[in-house]
């Protein structure tokens, strides 16, 4: 397929209304004219860097996770680990076990239990300053740089969902903590409905921070795997595009990560175990990078290990025992076009 012309470049006439070439011009000319032929995705590489969360440290023995030659990951504690003396083993074990693979761990803050009917009580801002502030000591000095305020603020299992202000003063709160040269994920969404409505909530009670915040984080399963574009998207199904628009109305600087994304295997009853549609999502969401590449500036891909396609949640690009599924050999040609 012919790539297409500039906007500004004038086609030139048929050949033969042309003059002569001079013949010293020719070879030049032959090289250029070789390298157009060369198609843009032969060449094309963009600048996201990606990386894989899990929560299991076997992630790193993995052969197969070898392969992919990662150097970014992500894992979600609870707010008051510290406080949790099984919860903070499993973090060490993690973050060593990242350690020792030269692995940089993305350590994004959450709920202290997901799955909790009605949800779990919201943090005060100086519970948060504390047992967030201890994590911080904790793991700062073990290398871990990159953090995130907290998971997934807009959706209804997390105690933030329907307060965007408490979000911002968690914000705020991290900024202070003594974290040299870390990079902060400052707000995290679900692109869901009303997520357009919570990011302006967010930035206007964050105020000035809130418009300057380098990172923002998104979860974009359903564009993903709905294979959500700009012309279908919708208040429901917003994607990428809108969640940019509502961030660029009061904020131009932030980029994009991608903190949780993937194609799915199953998920509930909106997705039925089909590991050949995972693989086919997968790579939807390494175009997606493409398309957005000025904006999106990381991804995280979830999870590693699968659970046997079951209902609850699988998005494992290998079978729980690390037998690699479609969507592995998918995600490893698609990182040929990536940073790491």
């Not at 502030?133 to 969902?161: C, F, I, M």
């Not at 965007?164 to 914000?171: D, G, I, L, N």
């Not at 194609?263 to 175990?273: E, I, Q, V």
């Not at 990078?289 to 999106?296: G, P």
Request: hydrophobic share 40%; charged share 25%; glycine share 6%.
């Amino acid at each position: 397929m012919d790539a297409p012309v500039p906007a500004d470049v004038v086609l030139s006439p048929p050949e033969r209304m042309q003059p002569l070439v001079n013949r010293r011009l020719l070879p030049s000319l032959l090289v250029a004219g070789l390298l157009l032929m060369v198609p843009a995705s032969a060449t094309a590489k963009t600048k996201v860097a990606v990386g894989i969360g899990d929560q299991s440290p076997k992630m790193f023995t993995e052969a197969n996770w070898k392969a992919l030659n990662l150097k970014k990951t992500r894992f979600f504690v609870e707010w008051n680990t510290i406080d949790q003396a099984g919860e903070l083993a499993k973090a060490d074990a993690f973050v060593a076990a990242a350690r020792a693979a030269r692995v940089s761990v993305l350590m994004h803050i959450s709920t202290d239990d997901i799955n909790s009917t009605p949800r779990r009580p919201l943090p005060s801002n100086s519970a948060y300053k504390s047992k967030v502030g201890a994590l911080v000591a904790r793991y700062r000095p073990q290398g871990v740089k990159d953090w995130g305020v907290w998971n997934e603020a807009n959706h209804k299992s997390q105690p933030t969902a329907r307060n965007p202000k408490r979000a911002a003063q968690f914000y705020k709160t991290f900024r202070k903590f003594k974290c040299s040269s870390c990079k902060i994920v400052a707000l995290d969404v679900l692109d869901q409905a009303g997520v357009e409505k919570y990011i302006g909530s967010w930035i206007k009670a964050a105020g000035s921070v809130g418009k300057k915040a380098r990172i923002i984080g998104v979860h974009n399963y359903s564009q993903v795997n709905r294979r959500i574009t700009e012309k279908n998207a919708s208040k429901r199904y917003p994607g990428v595009a809108r969640i940019l628009k509502a961030v660029r109305k009061r904020n131009k600087v932030a980029k994009l990560w991608l903190t949780e994304t993937g194609g799915l295997a199953s998920f509930g009853n909106a997705f039925k175990c089909d590991r050949s549609r995972q693989a086919n999502r997968t790579k939807y969401m390494f175009d997606l990078i493409k398309k957005y590449d000025r904006d999106i500036e990381r991804l995280y891909s979830y999870n590693y290990f699968g659970n046997g396609c079951t209902p609850a949640f699988d998005g494992g690009l290998v079978e729980a025992d690390g037998t690699p599924r479609a969507a592995y050999t998918t995600f490893k040609k698609g990182l040929k076009n990536t940073t790491r």
